[in-house]
């Protein structure tokens, strides 16, 4: 794959206006490289005061002035801000094409755009004009890593993970600039005037007095997070917020590196620990060090609170919040021995012994419908500190038997504890003869099996699975469920037959289907965040009535809401450039062709995004919605209420598009209607099922198209397949073989024609030491399988292309009827690689393998 070219788009008239690009790059950014783009439009923050609006996300683009590292000033437009990727896209007029940005790769950016402040009614300004007008102006230092430092005036600021907003006054009536500084460059910040400057001029104190203060708070800024919350308890709601939004500001440590690196257990006490707790998952390896005597309690405590960074809270001392216990019933915080603190924010924080207990965690989760935060507290405090409080509210806390380090029977969401999962509900009688009765629905209440329902979502999400396959059997054969993984489906459990009718039951009430109609297929959406709210991602499901009377269901999971950049979908270096010159032309069709399951639709959201710019009104239609990305409106194809593709088209006609987006092309009225769009000044993205570029033609021709019209629309066809990647962790290259680069030459020259003299042999193999060997020596790559890809090899995928590229004699050859076979010949006269050959120079790369490519294309 290569960097990205030069980013300044042709326009219309002409050529590109190069010297622009050139400035922005000569000003300190380089090349940038791209990351994601966002989900939803970002919220840029406000002054956080009440006379100023709140932050509203993005929907349009904003001027503003970026500078660079060395201190050059460029004018563009902030398209899509992705503080998560920690990425910009800038547009630099005259380019039609966004130019990501990363964070590290500029030091400023300001949105020109003054912000006005909220007008206040003369009522409300009489009643609380002394909150509702305040601004305060105060100065600010922020200081550079590469030195230097950035001085102004601001009213407010916002400070987080990310970055440095700052809000410089415009004028006197509060109108502010919004100004950006990224974290990346920030050495230290000062905002206000200097304290210690200030009560030395009110004679307050003297300088000896200042520099006294300042060496200490420079000890306490040197001291560990961790000893500070170790030496002093947390006993207020402030605190512990504070506390805890420090803690997520360390370093991820295991708490077996944490206790080696206190000197409490050698690295051999942690390796028989693991090993023994491979034969239990359900003991955290604290308790059992614990138990195996390595380790005291408070020695895992301070570890814990040293190392790891959780607040230790003083439950004696600690008020307890009433809506928080109202959240944990009684018997289940006393079976967890769980202390519920404080909900803040849709978040419930406990205090718990041990908060690498992920199986508590996970029930309180499913429990409360609340994200769950853990803090610490000392054993001895807890049993009495959620007696006292639950008491106080009225309940009987006395009839509970308190189970200290009792592991429930609730599993971690790991692969492992899906069969876990299965022993419980056996034990739960779920079984039972009411269970058998095929037509019983399940009822909400179930609890472990509408766990396990959510477990295994939740597990092919973690995986990266594509589609869940959930297969009825008759009699008592049991129900198997696979995953899609990678393209291939693997096994991942199997049920007793009598919970059949109850799991399917309980997947059509999450999608709102009929739980009595069996003889029909349906279709239906799962929104996931209603039943697991810290997981925001969708399912299309789609139920299918097979023989005996049973019922087959079949859940994709539409996660992928972001699109990859373009010259991340792995195209060749050729390709990538014909590609983009399609795009960056005003009108005509782009096809991208291959069967179900090849990526089409993220590819042509790749060059959305690359073209994605405010002067382009860009309409999609789509069936369902599954990327999304600002700037675009997104229309969802309904076949059921005749709402199809060709009337989608129709209608984004009449709305003044610049491009079109169509999901797929079924017909001749779809396609026929892409056409005329192509041709009356539109640019036309659109997929088909075919199996390569030069068949794509052939089959349109086929359905009745004009080939004149056809011809003179047409741009380019993009023809891919998805193959397994290599996994990288276990992955071994060494010097190929003389026969073994034969081999791939015979079958890379086998698809060109007979007496060809274009090219030879000899000079494909001296391009492929060039562009792929390493210092000229061609690799073989293998992956024998690690514990990461699970043992075989792969992990991932990639995607082989074929481009055709739509010159002046290929048009001629599609107006006067050639067939594929021609057109082939011709295109690979023109450069042109088919699927096959693109999959050989990946293998040689060590993207993929060979079996993988001769298994996705044909020679």
Known sequence: MSDYPDHAARNDAGPPAPQKVADFQDAGFGDADAGDVTNGAFRWPTPPFATYPVATAQQESEPCQIVG?????????????????????????????????????????????????????HEVAQHDGGVLTERPVTDYRVHLVAGGTLEGDTIGHVDNEYGLFLFPPVDEKGAVSRLFVPADIIAGVEIGPLIGQALIDAQAVTPDDVQQAIDVQQNLRNQKLGDILLTQKVVSPEQLIDAIQRQSHMPMVRIGEALIALGLISDDQLQIALKQQQHDRTVPLGELLVRLGMVSRQDLLSALA????????????????????????????????????????????????????????????????????????????????????????????????????????????????????????????????????????????????VRLINTMIVEAYTQGVSDIHIESYPGRDKIKIRFRKDGGLVPYLELPHNYRSAMIARIKIMCDLDISERRKPQDGKINFARFVPQYRLELRVATIPTNNGLEDVVMRILSSARPLPLDKIGLSELNLTRLKSALERPYGMILCVGPTGSGKTTTLHSA???????????????????????????VQINPKIDWTFAKALRAFLRADPDVIMVGEIRDHETADMGIEASLTGHLVLTTLHTNSAPETVTRLLDMGMDPFNFADALLVVLAQRLVRRLCSACKVSEPASQAYIDDLMKEYMFVFPEHQ?????????????????RDGVLMTHTAKGCPQCNHTGYKGRAGLHELLSVSREVRRMIQTGANAEALLNQSLKEGMRTLRQDGIEKVLSGITSMEEVRASSNI
């Open 69 to 121: 590292l060395n201190g050059r000033v460029m004018q563009g437009r902030l398209n899509f801000f992705v503080p998560t990727e920690r990425v910009a896209h800038i547009q630099v007029p005259p380019a039609r094409t966004t130019m990501p940005l990363r964070f590290n790769q500029f030091r400023t950016l300001l949105l020109t755009r003054a912000l006005e402040p909220t007008a206040v009614s």
């Open 306 to 449: 040293r190392k790891m960074g959780y607040p230790l809270v003083d439950l004696d001392k600690f008020p307890a919040d009433p809506d928080a216990l109202h959240r944990v019933p009684f018997n289940v915080a006393a079976r967890l021995l769980v202390a519920p603190l404080l909900l803040h924010e849709s978040m419930l924080i406990v205090a718990v012994e041990d908060p690498s207990k992920r199986s508590v965690l996970a029930e309180l989760e499913f429990v409360t419908q609340c994200k769950i935060v853990p803090v610490l507290a000392n054993q001895s405090q807890l049993e009495w500190s959620i007696r006292d409080a639950y008491a106080k509210l009225g309940a009987d806390v006395t009839s509970v038997m308190f189970t200290a380090f009792a592991e429930p029977a609730e599993l971690e969401l790991d692969a492992i504890d899906s069969g876990k999962l299965v022993e419980d509900l056996e034990k739960e009688g779920l079984d039972n003869k009411s269970f058998q009765e095929e037509d019983r629905p399940i009822e909400q209440s179930d609890n472990s099996l």
């Open 608 to 634: 959305l995004s690359f073209i994605n710019v405010p002067e382009r009104k860009i309409w999609t239609a789509e069936d369902p919605v599954e990327i999304t990305q600002p700037g675009l409106r997104q």
């Open 757 to 773: 003299e274009h090219i030879t042999a000899e000079a494909v193999q001296a391009d492929w030491q060039q562009r792929l060997g």
